[in-house]
């Protein structure tokens, strides 16, 4: 690999970053417009045209606020915790199936289990060294609840690695030329839409946030710049989690618009099941990974694997 590749990758990550911080911008304007509709009123539509420069405002407004540090708090770990969150988040949208000579995963499945699962530190570290109970008591769940839906999305991608023989994510679209994996593996297909939402910390499963018990949960103690980074990370985790789901089970034609469609379809999906549905109960939760999603994943997964030795 020459200079101007290594040139050309930087370029091309940058492009990419920039172009995902403005997707995860529009993403909670739509957010903000969908849910206002469905409580039957109007979202924000006073800046710009119908509001659309309202995500440009709120950052602004965040990032220009004074950053507050708690006194008793661990000032290193608590001011960086939310840059390696975001860092993370974006380091995932690495493994999109390009064909460029740009980054090619031939593991990115793999790539995607580790980045996931080193995550869950950020919301940890945002909990503990804020050193407020509440912040702590929302980081311990969110752990909790990333590390046991994380076995039965490892048990579903599994799976599908098993379908298409690769860790690949470009067989994906090799494979579903002709049939979408939806079709024919419709439970699992549900199985990892409400998984990733306990995975992002979504609505039914936003326990890492329980406004109604916590206050705010593992960030309450952040304002400003920290709060924003966390926002723009799980925002950013929910359009690579639609965009996952698109690859995965609805066919992985990048060169198409539908690709795209699809993929904003999905992130529609995360904000009316947040404007339909009440908080699910923890033990509930639990009981869900556990004793449902687990045996379902381990079940198709020796089906699976049936078929291949058939």
């Known amino acids: 690999m020459n200079y101007m590749d290594l040139i050309l990758m930087i370029i091309g990550s940058l492009i990419l970053m920039i172009g995902v911080l403005l997707g995860v911008a529009f993403l909670t304007l739509l957010e903000r417009k969908v849910l206002g509709y469905i409580q039957l009123r109007k979202g924000p539509n006073k800046l710009g045209f119908s509001g659309i420069l309202q995500p ?4 602004v407004k965040l990032f220009s606020k004074e950053q507050i540090i708690p006194y008793k708090s661990n000032f290193f770990s608590y001011y960086f915790s939310p840059i390696i969150g975001l860092f993370l988040s974006l380091m995932n949208w690495l493994v999109i199936p390009y064909f460029m000579g740009f980054f090619s995963f031939k593991l990115g499945i793999i790539f995607f289990l580790s980045i996931t699962s080193v995550s869950v530190y950020s919301v940890m570290i945002s909990g503990w060294s804020s050193n407020s109970s ?57 199985c990892w839409i409400s998984s990733m939402m306990a995975e992002t910390n979504r609505t039914p499963f936003d326990f890492a946030e329980g406004e109604s018990e916590l206050v705010s949960g593992f960030n309450v103690e952040y304002g400003s710049g920290g709060f924003a980074l966390i926002f723009l990370a799980e925002y950013s985790s929910i359009l690579f989690m639609s965009m996952l789901f698109v690859v995965m089970f609805l066919g992985a034609d990048l060169f198409s618009i539908m ?29 869900l990974a556990w004793k449902i999603y687990l045996p379902l994943a381990l079940n198709f997964l020796i089906f699976m694997l049936s078929i291949i030795f058939i």
């Open 259 to 287: 690709f795209y469609l699809k993929m904003i379809f999905l992130s529609f999906i995360f904000i009316w099941i947040r404007g339909s549905l009440p908080r699910f109960r923890y033990d509930k939760l639990m009981y």
């Open 134 to 190: 509440y912040a702590i008591l929302g980081s311990v769940r969110s752990m909790a609840q990333t590390i046991s839906y994380e076995v039965s999305l490892a048990l579903i991608l599994l799976s599908l690695i098993f379908l298409i023989n690769s860790f690949n994510f470009m067989m994906f679209m090799y494979y579903q030329n002709y049939v979408w994996f939806i079709f024919i593996l419709f439970p699992l297909s549900l």
């Open 56 to 59: 440009f405002s709120d950052a």
